[in-house]
């Protein structure tokens, strides 16, 4: 069976381990997908830190690029040496959520073992489908898109998870239309891709609100008209007065309950709350329900930006070779595999952009 190099969580809170994995070949539907990079993600450390539970030993990891070396039987569309983007979003395709067009709420239950193992033969999880904290992965066909073979491998993994998850937030869950205001809680990675799809998507004013200065003015070079300290008193009040009424969407890019029990007062009238940030399980937010009722105001959560990967991927890939769409900017640190707890421990400083492991 050949033989990979994985970064593997031993123990929550524990730093990842380097070892040598068995990764079985591909099934029937299945792909394996060479590595050129991978990027860190605040949803991997979660894990990593047990705040979703799961099992151990686990591999990490879910915004991927990289070429395909090897096809299982019956994969339809995708070729040897195809450079693709490796999605953590696996969908039969055939049930009802898939084809009612929300494949990233798929119906249909994982099947089969993983394929990670350790050479005793113990089980290693493939955390979301992916285990990408590694040289070469096995997914599912459903889980990539083939790319245009000049885009940079770090811009091509940043498409995995970040970027469909802030622009989908905005085009597919909140359907921005021409004119409408925007609030952005958080200038994070999905943040800083909220803005610019709310731009596309020809917002009038997009506020943005975060903790720091530093990520502000970031969030400000990303397309953001204004920017309010969430440390102000009443944030919300500050971004009314920018907007000169309450915003009509607000994103919630951060899983931070104080994010969450904030989030409906930046509202106007009929305005919609789109929950994209996850806290821990079992975190609980307050707000109250007269206002919303009273207001017509609507709160609806978004998982992987309600993507649809072979309709959105291939024209945020256009927006990004057109110049409109931002992705080489957002990678702040590029490093090793054998570097993933420094790049992780520099990711939790709270900077506001990617670090991308390279291979
Ligand atoms: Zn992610
Ligand atoms: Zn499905």
């Known amino acids: 069976m050949p033989q990979i190099k994985a970064a593997v969580c031993t123990g929550f809170n524990d730093p990842l381990a380097i070892e040598t994995l ?46 395909i070396t090897a096809l299982g039987d019956g994969v339809a569309g995708l070729a040897l040496g195809n450079r ?29 073992p993983s394929p990670l193992s350790r050479a005793d033969g113990t089980s290693v999880v493939q955390a979301m489908n992916c285990g990408a904290f590694a040289e070469r992965v096995v997914v599912d066909q459903s889980q990539v898109v083939p790319l245009p ?43 800083l891709t909220a803005i610019p799809g709310a731009r ?7 506020v943005a609100v975060d903790m720091s200065d530093e990520k502000l003015a970031i969030a400000k070079e990303f397309g953001a008209t204004d920017g309010v300290l969430a440390s102000a008193k009443s944030p919300w009040r500050q971004a009314h007065k920018a907007l000169g009424r309450g915003a009509d969407a607000v994103i919630v890019t951060v899983g931070a309950i104080p994010a969450y029990n904030d989030a409906p007062r930046y509202l ?38 309600d993507v649809v990967l072979r309709r959105d991927i291939p024209w945020m890939t256009d927006l990004y070779r057109q110049g409109r769409l931002k992705l080489d900017e957002l990678v702040s640190g590029r490093w090793s595999l054998d570097q993933i707890n420094d790049a992780i421990a520099d990711t939790k400083t709270g900077g506001a952009k990617r670090n991308v492991i390279l291979f």
């Not at 539907?29 to 099992?55: K, M, N, P, Q, R």
């Not at 885009?151 to 970027?163: K, N, R, S, T, Y």
């Open 84 to 112: 693709v983007v490796v999605t953590l979003i696996r969908a039969c395709g055939t049930c009802a959520n898939c084809a009612g067009g929300r494949p990233t709420i798929c119906d249909t239950p994982n099947p089969g």
């Open 22 to 67: 068995d990764l079985r070949a591909p099934l029937a539907g299945e792909i394996e997908v060479t590595l050129d990079a991978v990027a860190i993600c605040h949803s991997d450390i979660h894990f990593a830190e047990g705040g979703w539970g799961g099992d151990l030993p686990a591999v990490y990891g879910h915004e991927a690029a990289g070429r």
């Open 268 to 305: 106007g009238w009929g305005g919609r709350m789109i929950m994209v940030g996850m806290p821990h399980s079992g975190a609980m937010a307050e707000y109250e329900p007269v206002m919303l009722a009273y207001m017509s105001q609507g709160m609806t959560g978004s998982k992987m930006g």
């Open 149 to 191: 073979e000049d885009m940079p491998a770090e811009a091509v993994a940043l498409l995995a998870c970040g970027v469909i998850t802030g622009i989908g937030a905005v085009v597919n869950a909140a359907k921005l239309r021409a004119g409408e205001d925007v609030v952005v809680i958080g200038a994070g990675g999905v943040g």
């Open 200 to 206: 596309i998507a020809g917002a009038r004013r997009i």
